[in-house]
């Protein structure tokens, strides 16, 4: 574009102006900010591959499959340069000509822009350089003249038809606008729609019809001088501009429209031409949708020209031509100013070639006036070298400082997130000072792994510690994938209560009377060898290496989300290994417990939220689940770049959003036999989750056994409140996700949610900074509580208690902390293995290894079973697992490997125990179930008959008794089936609740005795004692 300086223009243009004219179907705000929202910041250029001199080369069907060719290699480049968008220059006469040819060949080379991943504005008019195209088949180049070929559009013939009130130009015309847009009125190969490119412009004229005149030898007057020159022009192209805004749109296109202010006043201007050029580009902000601009000038003027305009606040402000070097307009000094205003730019020029844009406008004057200084426009030579490093270097740090201020929307997310580690560390500072308080009364062991809590804490930090980051990023990510299957999450931990019910009253009682310390002191008291113990500290480590690796994974899929992945996966999970570390060697176990209050409480508040939140902007659960519901829109299946939200679509190939039934039909179809089995085990192996060594110690940690029943009797409570959160986010981005970005789309679902919701406005932004923290409270209380159980079963069952008896209880601790440190590399090297989709099939890999201990600590409590059994069955189950993993397993589709292997075990344990005739010597030595009913006397247990059927209605509720596949009906917004099985799982509460309330504590006895075992706790046995049955 041209600059004009001087203007002389009689009063009556200004009258025949429409000042501030307002287009009816322009977009609202609403509209623009939404967009806004969708789109990322882009840099751009006005692109004519090398070899073509103007738009009828780019369409030529002479060299178009070359030009195709070209343009991928091209736009490769500049992609890779960091380009992410073009602007081109249609014309109607090639429409007028060619028709829908004309209109194939725009697609196609919309398709190749696509695969380059390259953002597309269209302009439909043009005002500058040439008047006419010259005869068809005319070459128009001439070297060394800038824009030498380049014809307005439409030509002055059909113009000033136009203007003269010719039907055949309005009809003409009026084709154009409507079948170019129309055609791709909802393409998301196109993002924007120029309407008219600089439309008052004269000055190319002055330039370039003196040489025209000596080429064609015109005669003084006889080419269109007077009317392109003076008034009429202008009086024609306005109207054309504001009917074209119109006619486009007629086919109401689902890209924005715009045209551009490029002929900004200045000090050199009479009063008249000020006033003129003031009300020409009100008019063009006020018909545009979006506001763009063209300024080839200072870094200043620039600035200053997208701030004016930018405080309309209708969108980012797109610069769609800048850069002209010797007029201090360079990439340079420019994509500075375009980068903290957060304004698109467009270059002029990409690659050197025949439309000799390097060269400047004078040249039509004196080609030997581009012969030196810099180039003009261009940033590559037509071999795709750069003409400048210096520049190519701008873009880099342009892009890599925008994603740097991309991070600046998320300040006070970051502050709060903090804010909130902050606190814990100074909680984690808190709870060392008591634990060096207790270390002179208890022993520094029991100080550092142990502790006395009341039911409020002991209620709290069993909540945080069941609810980690499978809850997290676990349940969204099934549900989003796999849909109400992810209900079996709330039976789950029912199934969990139940094994708490069975084994936790007995347990809690003997850790006072027995004074356990370490999660398996147990199996000492009760067994008495160091194999059985070391076998099953072993079943009890792997997994928590597992599971704390994938509390590394959850945490470093919502790190990665919340900064637009910035921070990758590694250093993330290195970030989580510090802190959780910190917090242990700080405090310990009361650490890990008062951070877990703290952790609870945020839990608990997110988790209240959540629902209604999401429910007030995607809609609750029955209003978005019927395929037909109120938020149902279409959107385009591609997008034109990763931050850019697909935009609206009519059509067969559009895809359906916000209804769950809409885009994923199959979640509401009856789950298949092999489902029905995964939601089985998953829901079977739960069972054993009471045995994990974290959980243990939450048993041990209550001041009395009735607290200990307050927290059973909360626990059966809390999956109706921390699970349907996460599940509701999952469903919410099943519905919504084919409208978000790529980047969201392919973010785990409580990322991409998250990353959605906070654009929202304030109270969401306010809203998902809590939930960030409540993710990052669900995943360290539970983290720091496993890391802390495998601290306590390597430096005290395997080390103090076994291999090393003689430890004194300062290398114990010392002991734990390296342990803890090894434990994290452990499961950091395995966490980079890990992906949050896999954290289902771990959960039951984990649930089934643990299962390995249930005989050993139920039937431990139950029964007279003997250390022979239990270990010959640990070991038949990890030998039977091994062979299953490496010979592979035929009904691995319906019963896992860990299940299997798992009730191999309790058949063994069970053959086993039912041939033992004879008592071992050993035994008297040892804690027996005659001893452990004594000490429960004074209770009145829980139902055990009561506590089965609550354990075998959960496993019903599994959908076994329809025809897999087939449809069912929608009921407030869940299938029939998991209706049915939310029912099951109210059931199974309101029976917890019952063994909850016939479940009588026994009195505190006044004091422990001693187990009797020795210090170490470890019972030798006698060499013949395997021999006596």
Request: aromatic letters at 10%.
């Amino acid at each position: 574009g041209l600059e004009v300086r001087s203007i002389h223009c009689p009063m009556r243009w200004l009258l025949s102006l429409h000042l501030a004219s307002l287009c009816a179907g322009r977009w609202s705000a609403e509209r623009i900010r939404a967009w806004g929202r969708r789109e990322s910041w882009k840099l751009g250029a006005n692109y004519l591959p090398a070899h073509c001199a103007n738009t009828f080369d780019l369409f030529d069907a002479r060299w178009f499959d070359t030009t195709l060719l070209a343009a991928e290699r091209e736009l490769r480049i500049a992609r890779a340069a960091g380009f992410s968008a073009l602007r081109i220059l249609l014309h109607e006469e090639l429409f007028y000509r060619d028709g829908a040819d004309f209109l194939d060949n725009v697609s196609k080379l919309l398709d190749v822009f696509r695969r380059q991943g390259m953002s597309t504005m269209l302009v439909l008019f043009d005002a500058c350089w040439r008047p006419d195209s010259g005869e068809p088949g005319e070459d128009l180049y001439i070297p060394g003249v800038h824009n030498s070929a380049s014809v307005q559009c439409p030509t002055h013939t059909v113009l000033r038809a136009f203007g003269q009130g010719e039907a055949w130009a309005k009809k003409r015309l009026h084709q154009y606008v409507t079948a170019v847009v129309g055609r791709f009125a909802t393409d998301p190969r196109v993002a924007i729609w120029d309407i008219y490119n600089e439309p008052t412009m004269r000055q190319s004229e002055h330039l370039i019809l003196p040489r025209l005149a000596a080429i064609n030898g015109w005669a003084a007057g006889s080419y269109p001088e007077h009317w392109l020159l003076d008034g009429p022009k202008l009086n024609t192209i306005l109207p054309l501009v504001r009917q074209a805004f119109e006619w486009a749109r007629e086919v109401n296109p689902v890209q924005p429209l715009t045209t551009a202010v490029w002929d900004f006043p200045n000090s050199e201007d009479d009063e008249d031409v000020k006033e003129y050029k003031a009300a020409v580009n009100s008019e063009m902000v006020d018909l545009s949708d979006i506001i763009s601009i063209h300024c080839y000038c200072s870094p200043d003027e620039l600035e200053q020209h997208i701030s004016e305009l930018a405080a309309k606040g209708r969108g980012p402000v797109l610069v769609t031509e800048f850069m002209a070097r010797p007029r201090n307009s360079t990439l340079t000094n420019s994509l500075p100013v375009l980068r903290r205003q957060g304004a698109w730019g467009y270059t002029w020029g990409l690659f050197q070639g025949r439309s000799n844009t390097h060269v400047p406008w004078n040249t039509w004057l004196d080609t030997e006036l581009g012969m030196e200084g810099p180039w003009f426009h261009d940033v590559f030579y037509g071999n795709g070298t750069a003409y400048s490093e210096e520049e190519l270097k701008e873009i880099w740090i342009v892009s890599f400082v925008f994603e740097e201020e991309s991070q600046e929307g998320n300040v006070v997310l970051y502050t709060v997130v903090g804010l909130y580690l902050a606190l814990l560390t100074v909680i984690a500072k808190l709870a060392h000072r008591r634990k060096q308080n207790q270390a002179a009364v208890v022993g520094k062991v029991k100080a550092h792994f142990s502790g006395s809590f009341g039911k409020f804490t002991l209620m709290l930090t069993t909540f945080s510690t069941i609810y980690s980051g499978y809850t997290v990023t676990g349940i969204p990510e099934e549900a989003f994938n796999r849909g109400y299957i992810s209900l079996r999450w709330i039976g789950a931990t029912l199934v969990i209560v139940a094994g708490m019910l069975l084994l936790y009253p007995r347990l809690r009682r003997l850790s006072v009377e027995r004074s356990y310390t370490s999660p398996f002191d147990f199996i000492s008291d009760r067994f008495g060898t160091r194999r059985c113990r070391l076998l099953c500290a072993a079943c009890g480590v792997v997994p928590m290496l597992l599971y704390i690796a994938v509390q590394m994974v959850a945490f470093a899929a919502m790190v990665e989300g919340m900064t637009l992945q910035v921070i990758p996966k590694t250093p993330c999970m290195l970030i989580f290994c510090v802190i959780i570390i910190t917090l242990e060697m700080l405090g310990g176990m009361n650490s890990v417990v008062f951070t877990d209050v703290v952790q609870c409480l945020v839990m608990l508040l997110s988790f209240l939220v959540t629902p209604f939140a999401l429910g007030l902007e995607y809609g609750f659960l029955p209003e978005m689940a019927p395929g037909d519901c109120a938020y149902l829109s279409h959107v385009s299946p591609n997008s034109t770049s990763s931050h850019a939200a697909p935009i609206p679509c009519v059509g067969s190939d559009c895809l359906a959003s916000g209804c769950i039934a809409a885009v994923r039909p199959d979640f509401f179809l009856f789950p298949s036999r092999s489902d029905f089995c995964d939601v089985f085990f998953f829901l079977f192996n739960m069972l054993a989750a009471p045995v994990t060594p974290h959980m243990l110690q939450r048993a041990y940690l209550a001041k009395a056994d009735a607290d200990l029943r307050w927290v059973i009797g909360a626990m059966l409570l809390a999956p109706f409140i921390a699970q349907p959160p996460g599940i509701v986010i999952g469903l919410v981005k099943a519905a919504n996700n084919p409208a978000w970005p790529p980047i969201d789309q392919t973010a785990t679902a409580f990322s991409s949610v998250m990353a959605q919701f906070k654009l929202v406005g304030v109270l969401q932004y306010v809203f998902v900074s809590v939930m960030t923290c409540c993710a990052l409270a669900a995943i360290m209380s539970t983290a720091d509580s496993a890391l802390m159980g495998v601290s306590s079963v390597i430096s005290n069952d395997i080390l103090s208690k076994t291999l090393l008896p003689a430890l004194s209880s300062e290398n114990v601790v010392r002991a734990g902390t390296v342990a803890s440190l090894c434990a994290c590399m452990v499961s950091f090297f395995l966490g980079n293995c890990l992906t949050s989709t896999q954290m289902g099939a771990i959960k039951s890999f984990n649930g089934g290894m643990m299962m390995q201990l249930l005989p050993a600590f139920g039937m431990g409590l139950y029964t007279e079973v003997s250390e022979r059994s239990i270990t010959l069955g640990i070991v038949a189950g990890l030998l039977s697992l091994l062979v299953l993993v490496i010979c592979g397993d035929s009904l691995g589709s319906y019963v896992p490997d860990i299940s299997l292997s798992a009730l191999l075990n309790f058949l063994t344990v069970g053959l086993s125990h039912s041939m033992q005739c004879l008592a071992d010597e050993s035994a008297s030595k040892l804690l027996n179930v005659k001893a452990i009913r004594d000490m429960m006397a004074s209770s009145r247990e829980p139902k055990l008959a009561l506590v089965a059927l609550m354990l075998s209605l959960a496993l019903v509720s599994a959908p076994w008794y329809s025809t897999p596949g087939a449809r069912e009906p929608i009921i407030f917004g869940f299938p029939r089936w998991g209706c049915f099985q939310l029912g099951a799982f109210v059931v199974v509460f309101f029976l917890g609740m019952l063994t909850v309330t016939l479940w009588k504590p026994p009195q505190p006895v006044a004091k422990a005795v001693p187990p009797p075992c020795d210090v170490q706790g470890v019972v030798e046995m006698p060499a013949d004692a395997a021999t006596k049955c």
